[in-house]
């Protein structure tokens, strides 16, 4: 047996402080409550990070405002494109340090956040940095103004991630932020703002409030925000946009879903197996465009069941900083829960549940990869979001049922279709309600790709030209 | 039930049309895919005692190969010491799995390797352009094996595989492993020159359907060699073939693998390919020559914590 030794990325390139206090005006503030920020992979408390209070979060946005009508709406796009730039260009001499310290505050595996979050990020940066001086090109008139000050609230499962869909286009555009990262992801949003610093971007035009609901509901519904971006679950996403109705807000989010992949007969077979893999598995399952539901046509249900089952059987679930670990460790004791609770449900319908065997950690949070066979429709594990890596799997006879199946979900974020036909991928797009259709891959992003959903999945798009209109006064 | 799908297996190779059916009826290849997981493999990291099995079980998988216009006795006869004994520093060093040279060297190899265990393998069939009529191509052989090959490396004929006339590929890897008696068969696709993963896959299943008990991708004499994809589609044909036949066939990437470091993503692709039952010089090997004595130079690191230089390893 070819048994890979320990290979363990060294934690020692980061520097993680016992405290941390709020980024306000380009300064770091202390906050007035503190709450814990725990490694998921072992418990073990990272640092104490505030909670801001309402008071805490109004300052943040008066120096955001400040900033706003003082310096950066009054600086050239040809200028803000060089603080961007640079930004970028720290993100990628600081990428170990960063992917480290998201492995780390996260529980992804160290091969993702280094191969994938990280150059993304910097990704970002680099792409909206370039629309800085071209706004007037970009179809939204001539010379298109910025929003004002952007509270935006982003979610745990990539938080360094979701903190530049969110801060490159709203800095290119014009506008200043206060980003609020998740309460139990703060530390890699906390070095971005260190970054902020190393780059002399003016004080003020980035504000990082650490917190959780509270501190996200005062932010969102503070009147001096002229728009409010949040990624996150259906649910708060509702009660935000409870909490901006009526005002001038603008308001994009970015919720949950229940992505279909979909897999043809005469697909590649071993790519669509590797695609189902990374479709569910990737960070766990914590992605909201997740192919949760894996649609096999009938023909072939055995041969990719049993070629998942034995590529299931090869991932390496442990330790996120070990190089070659594929799947990490649940991000939150509560996020846990609810996995397990959805998982006994689903058993209790009377899916049958499988899971390779792997063996975990006894501290920690993990679940094992899993799927379902025999979901039908009405189970409640093929219609609401788990959040984890446990896929459903379910079959249909023709391409229309697989639309119909496809489609038959409150969500629409994402979808994937797998097959060797070009017209037919083409057919299935026109007709998948979903804002990303994958062909023959699933869980691609590029900083250039418009990104965004259907119905309870969201509105306004994240990414590309059309992710510069939630930023710009149009 | 296994002969049953043998047998079945072996009516396929009638006709053209038979073998048609069925090598266009395998799934097909997804190219970005297929490179993303080799890519994604490749970034496994393999270290200490991992690197040490890694190693050794590298340097027992060589084919140690000399195809060279101007091959000598002397230079064969080197290049079996060599062998036998890779490291005359560390005999703890194992031997690699087999010599390959040309047919008119087997003769003199053969009497370097007596006794010694090391196989000894002979390219044929006009190699490397297999373009010779099939009765030229079966004397080759049984030339090559009279001589003392126990292993032939066979290469098929790319004009008729990519013409679509498999029955004429079909055919002439049944009459060569005919010719082969009990010596083994690799048959070299020469994948650089099938051009698409969709033909590998084929090839590789036309191979094995004719009888093959290797497959190999090059002859190491064309612009494009062994490749990290390529042996991963190779990998996923033996153990689709193993699953619907019973037998297991091996793979042989070959040419263009001289690091370690490439060595040993190539063993990881079969670990999480084919599986473990292929991490054996028995179905699986490196076609190399300079592989070798990087792989000598890092296991020496291992042993003893500083590199030597080139010097204090032996030119073949």
Redesign the interface.
Known sequence: MFEYAPAPESRSIVDIKPSYGLFVNGEWVDGENRNKTVNPATEEVLAEVAWATEAEVDSAVGAARTAYEKVWSRTSGRERAKYLYRIARIIQERSRELAVLESIDNGKPIRESRDVDVPLVAAHFFYYAGWADKLGYAGFGPSPRPVGVAGQVIPWNFPLLMLAWKIAPALACGNTVVLKPAETTPLTALLFAEICQEADLPPGVVNIVTGAGDTGHALVSHPGVDKVAFTGSTDVGRAIARAVAGTRKKLTLELGGKAANIVFDDAPIDQAVEGIVNGIFFNQGHVCCAGSRLLVQESVYDEVLASLKRRMALLRVGDPLDKNTDIGAINSAAQLDRIRTLSEIGASEGATQWSPPCSLPDRGFWFAPTIFTGVTQAHRIAREEIFGPVLSVLTFRTPAEAVEKANNTPYGLSAGVWTDKGSRILWMADRLRAGVVWANTFNKFDPTAPFGGYKESGYGREGGRHGLEAYLDV | MTATATSAFADIGRSDAALRTFLHGL????Q???E??AAMLG?????????A??IDLAIRMVDLTTLEGADTPGKVRALCAKARRPDPADPEAPAVAAVCVYPSMVPVAAEALRGSGVHLASVATAFPSGQAPLDVKIADTRAAVAAGADEIDMVISRGAFLSGRYAEVYDEIVAVKEACGDAHLKVILETGELATYDNVRRASWLAMLAGGDFIKTSTGKVPVAATLPVTLVML?AVRDFRAATGRQVGVKPAGGIRTTKDAIKY??VV??TAG?DW?DPDWFRFGASTLLNDLLMQRTKLRTGHYSGPDYFTVD
């Open positions: 799934p097909g290849v997804d970005v895919g297929a993303q997981r970034t496994r990291s393999i270290k200490t005692t991992a690197k099995w890694a996923e063993l990881v670990n999480e473990a991490l």
